[in-house]
């Protein structure tokens, strides 16, 4: 019995909406979407259609009261979409509300939208659609003088597609991106179901974000969820806190590709782990990048470097340089190197676009080399997601991941990166400059590495045409990670000894 | 007997509502008020959809005034003949 009048969601095939709607959209109802302009509310409402189409054969009408037709096809069309070849195929329907040029209408007397509704019943039984999107309502409100009969009115189309059993997504728009959810106050009667689209002015960059409002009735997850539109995939949203901690975890050991780091980890990286290598600029980042490349191809894995600081000319010249030649391995397809300039996309781009190679490439390693250069093309909240998305993905495909990231400061120090990062990642190497006697020398400790006994001591590192080489800790040297390194006595280290076995 | 007809309207209902009824009666007596000669072609939409979706016609009833030149569209049940008369520029046969 209560299975019967349960909501029932329909996935809308919008990549990541339906994990945000808990499973997607109240399925026979009608949703309000609402935004401000340019938020891409058209898109998502001709997404739910086309991908309706394509995911289950669910044919849909698109009402349009603002751009005709052709306009909307042509601007599908550069996101890949050819909404002509599906109306050929009668899995697409317009009705066509948009305004007519030179047309004006006189209202003499009461009247209705009877002839509305009976071109979308017309459409909806034209292809069978069980979807129907309406784009967008401010606009029939602006050609009709007296408001509270278009309330109605609407308020009867969306009973009609109800009781039909039609899902339909509604747009209108906003003024302001927090306040009143629509400008023409629609959602006082389709308000069932609101979804909030927005995007907002952040640190000089724009930033889209989608919020469930509220779906009577039924479960969603609450707040803000960023979201980008790219060609092909049109609509994608970034279901962070949607993401669940189920990651499977494994006790396998991968090498670092350096004998001596392995030591100190207690025998390499775990397979599913992402670990993070923090240092000043010179410290030998990449050189641990390139080692961890050069050590899975050994093992014949698949690597991936995605690099946002330098050309692959210089990374492949460096590389040759520490003994790893990077050439033979793309030739072979074992190595993908990717390198950009952070500025090129936006974050959520950015997190997209690299899924996507991961997934084409399907690498047993990651490298991103470096972190601290992403994270000045971003906000702060769009930085932590980005992370956060990446490295979940990173965890869920079971490959080995490594970040670098730069601190702000010779001596000591944290970056910003790390503060914000440190907690997602599974392991952190730091990378430290020591001064001591008027030289300048480097110093590596394992900080930590989650589920694994690791070695706690800051030690010595080179580095010579065959990469870095472990030497001996920094035995009577303290406040190294502190920036501010002081010798100690070894009269003084003795006595510590003892006061602490004597104890 | 060229001047009968002189004046070709299309109105779109929605089955035979009384505001359809009124739309129908008001654009009689208008046109006869002014000694106009018209034809009227009545479009049940609910039978013909295909008919509203060509013509773009959202609003019932809805009057097109297909010729003379310029086409003029009218929404309403035609109540105020005043309006209704100027609108539609309906002169005397």
């Not at chain 1, 599906?86 to 004006?104: M, R, T, Y």
């Not at chain 1, 600081?309 to 190197?337: C, D, H, I, Y």
């Not at chain 1, 440190?422 to 590495?449: A, C, H, N, P, Q």
């Not at chain 2, 034809?39 to 979706?53: G, K, M, T």
Request: a neutral charge; one cysteine or more; aromatic letters at 8%.
């Amino acid at each position: 019995m209560k299975a019967e009048f349960a909501v029932v969601k329909l996935a809308t095939g919008i990549a990541g909406f339906d994990l945000v709607g808990y499973g997607g959209l109240p399925k026979g109802r009608t949703t309000l979407v609402a935004g401000s302009a340019g938020s891409g509310k058209t898109v998502f409402a001709a997404q739910f259609l086309t991908a309706g189409i394509k995911d289950a054969d669910e044919p849909g009408v698109f009402v349009t009261f603002e751009e005709s037709p052709r306009d909307i096809k042509e601007n599908l069309l550069s996101l890949g979409w050819d909404i002509g070849e599906l109306e050929k195929q009668k899995k697409w329907a317009f009705v066509d509300a948009s305004p007519q040029i030179g047309e004006q209408t006189v209202e003499v007397g009461g009247y209705d939208l009877s002839a509305l509704l009976a071109r979308i019943e017309a459409g909806i039984k034209a292809v069978g659609a069980k979807r129907v999107s309406m784009d967008s309502l401010g606009a029939i409100f602006s050609r009709f003088t007296d408001r509270s009969v278009i309330r109605g009115e609407l308020y009867r189309i969306a009973q009609a597609l109800k009781s039909m059993g039609v899902t339909c997504v509604m747009t209108a728009e906003r003024n302001q991106e927090y306040g009143d959810i629509s400008r023409t106050g629609v959602e006082e009667f389709v308000a069932d179901n609101v979804i909030i689209l927005r995007n907002v002015l952040e640190d000089e960059k724009r930033r889209r974000t989608i919020e469930i409002l509220k779906f009577r009735g039924t479960t969603h997850q609450k707040g803000e969820y960023p979201f980008t539109i790219i060609p092909e995939e049109g609509f994608v949203v970034i279901p962070l806190s949607a993401i669940q901690l189920k990651q499977k975890s494994t006790n396998i050991r991968v090498t670092s590709g350096n004998a001596d780091l392995d030591t100190m980890c207690g025998g390499g990286f775990f397979r599913d782990s992402v670990t993070l290598i923090s240092g000043a600029t010179g410290t030998g980042k990449t050189l641990l990048v390139t080692e961890f490349i050069g050590g899975g191809v050994k093992k014949d894995e698949r690597c991936m470097l995605f690099a946002f600081e330098e050309s692959r000319e210089q990374l492949f010249r460096n590389a040759t340089g520490w003994g790893v030649n990077f050439e033979p391995m793309e030739n072979e397809g074992k190595l993908k190197v990717v390198c950009e300039y952070p500025e090129v996309c936006s974050m959520e781009d950015r997190l997209v676009s690299m899924k996507k190679a991961i997934m084409e490439f399907k690498p047993h390693r990651v490298a991103v080399d470096s972190l601290s250069a992403l994270e000045r093309v971003s906000s702060l909240r769009g930085f932590r997601e980005f992370i956060m998305g990446l490295t979940s993905f990173i965890k869920h495909q079971e490959s080995t991941g490594l970040f670098t990231s730069t601190t702000s400061t010779l001596l000591g120090g944290t970056s910003i990166t790390e503060a914000h990062i440190s907690t997602l990642t599974d392991s952190i190497i730091l990378l430290r400059y020591v001064e001591m006697f008027g030289e300048m020398r480097r110093g590596l400790t394992v900080l930590k590495m989650r589920g694994s006994q690791h070695d706690k001591n800051i030690k010595e590192f080179t580095i010579d045409a065959h990469g870095l080489h472990l030497g001996k800790p920094f035995r009577n040297v303290g406040g190294i990670l502190a920036g501010n390194p002081t010798h100690i006595d070894s009269n003084e280290i003795e006595r510590l000894k003892g006061m602490f076995s004597d104890a | 007997m060229t001047l009968m007809n002189n004046y070709l309207f299309t109105l779109y209902i929605a089955g035979q509502t009384s505001r359809s009824q009124r739309a129908v009666s008001n654009l009689r007596q208008a046109c006869e008020n002014t000694g106009a000669a018209y034809e009227l072609v009545i479009v049940d939409i609910l039978e013909r959809p295909e008919a509203a979706e060509q013509a773009k016609i959202l609003a019932i009833p809805t009057l097109v005034k297909e010729s003379p030149l310029p086409i003029r569209k009218v929404i309403g049940d035609l109540s105020n003949h005043e309006v209704l008369i100027n609108e539609l520029d309906i002169k005397p046969a």
